[in-house]
């Protein structure tokens, strides 16, 4: 059967219970594809090809570590030659990243056939990144569809729900277990240190959820 | 002064003209933006650097050649490797790559407190790329004043001009000496073959301008 859905995978947890709920929608007809930008732990993207061969999904990679280059201190300088620095961090976040992975992610997606884009963004709690926020996916939605004249939806099961709720969530999908396999320790740990701000409130969620993380922890 | 408009900048001879315009609008407060998508001929490159040098605007390249590792073939492998290899073709156009070069060019863009973005798109010969029509530059526009939280202004001063009046409209700018060093030949020839399909289009919009070409052709 042909591909229906693209998943935006990073292995986190957030992406993972995304791709558990495409294949809930479109079983055995979801693609993933992940992106590397630079990220500090290469682990994310390990784990994210982990578990796409566990749920029997092809998965892609992407190198994207151009968007370092377009934060680095070279753009202020006004020098013709802007070069990606392998394993050198972004010097700022990428503002607007969301744009370049949707965009990415449509051009695969058109050329398999599909339609559907899944992504684990989440207004409740986007931190201020406006590229995570309703609006922002209605309006790419758009104009990725006019840019490649193709009707894409970009797909957001996330968008309303809290940490918490997106355990539940998962519980529901019966994919709990997985999460076993996400990453999200800062630190790049494995086990996870249990104590980065990304753990605590990694934690903090399945807490407030009344669930156990299957995730190992250190000591 | 801190420059007002970013140009997005190939060296051909719709986007010289764009950077003619924002130089009118903008004396002295433009810089411009060249992109590296694994093009046929870096002839292009050279000469739009050559250009922005002429007219004094700082110029950046940006590394784009992702792009044609997600139209490769290897994408329908489901290899877990995508790789792009430098000096090779795209093996197909890349679709929406508008969506590309204006993404990167904001995000350059807001990092230097610029909000205008130029681009030589033109809907009258778009030659059903849906990504150079007026309906999705607006759209863009909006989606990327979102993702950013900034309030972008995408312009585009050939929007409706033929190749003709584009000409016309570079002679009254008192530029049209700046054609000289644009590149437009298919085979990347310079002095240019004049056969080619590119040059004999170019060559038709001058002659219903009643203009002279600067540029140089063979024999």
Chains 1, 2 share one sequence.
């Not at 809930?24 to 992940?34: F, I, K, L, T």
């Not at 680095?72 to 700022?92: C, F, R, V, W, Y």
Request: charged letters at 15%; hydrophobic letters at 40%; one cysteine or more.
């Amino acid at each position: 059967m042909p591909p229906q859905a693209l998943v935006l995978f990073s292995g986190g947890q957030d992406s993972t219970t995304c791709l558990a709920q495409a294949l809930a929608d479109y079983p055995g007809q979801v693609e993933a594809v992940g992106f590397n930008y630079g990220q500090l732990h290469h682990i994310e993207l390990d784990q994210a090809a982990f578990l796409a061969q566990k749920a029997g999904v092809p998965f892609h990679v992407v190198d994207l570590r151009f968007l370092s280059a377009i934060t680095s201190n070279a753009l202020m300088d006004a020098s013709i030659k802007i070069e990606s620095l392998p394993g050198q961090l972004p010097s700022t976040f990428v503002e607007g990243r969301n744009v370049f992975f949707l965009s990415t992610a449509a051009v695969i997606a058109k050329q398999k056939g599909i339609r559907f884009l899944y992504t684990g963004v989440c207004e409740t709690d986007y931190s201020g990144y406006p590229d995570c926020r309703e609006n922002f996916i209605r309006s790419i939605e758009h104009t990725l569809s006019l840019a490649m004249d193709y009707p894409f939806t970009v797909v957001t099961p996330l968008m309303r729900l809290t940490k918490a709720e997106t355990v539940v969530f998962m519980q529901k999908l019966g994919k709990l277990d997985w999460y076993a396999h996400t990453h999200t320790c800062y630190k790049g740990m494995r086990p996870a240190c249990g104590q980065c701000p990304a753990c605590v409130l990694r934690l903090k969620g399945f807490r407030e959820a009344g669930i156990a993380d299957p995730l190992a922890y250190m000591g």
